[in-house]
């Protein structure tokens, strides 16, 4: 399974940016997609995640202003970032999450989101 993932730059604080992530390969039995994001010397934490039930979670710090959507049956999934603020500032990457049992997780190639105050 391969992870595209696009949509980062720079913004002003205030902005807005869409984030999108398409598989391709075998994604059957697909249980979410989601986004996280990392900063350096920080641990990777999630942003946000759409699960095949349309289960939809958010970190409490992006709840109100970053949307997800997509179709996890299509591998495929969006990430709408609205009022942005400096501290969003991070590499996003894209995750593929199958059962554990059945197969390991898959991570996109990351892209930079920056926001200036």
């Known amino acids: 399974v391969q992870l595209q993932a696009s949509g980062g730059g720079l913004v002003q604080a205030g902005g807005s940016l869409t984030l999108s992530c398409v598989t391709s390969g075998d994604i059957f039995a697909l249980n979410a997609l989601a986004w996280y994001r990392q900063t350096p010397g920080k641990q990777r934490e999630l942003v946000a995640s759409?699960?095949?039930?349309?289960?939809?979670t958010y970190a409490h710090a992006v709840k109100g202003r970053f949307t997800i959507s997509g179709d996890v049956a299509k591998g495929t999934v969006i990430l709408q970032m609205n009022s942005l603020k400096p501290e969003d500032t991070a590499v996003y990457y894209c995750n593929a999450e199958f059962p554990s049992h059945y197969r390991r997780g898959y991570w996109g190639q990351g892209t930079q989101v920056t926001v200036s105050s």
């Open positions: 759409l699960r095949s039930g349309h289960t939809i």
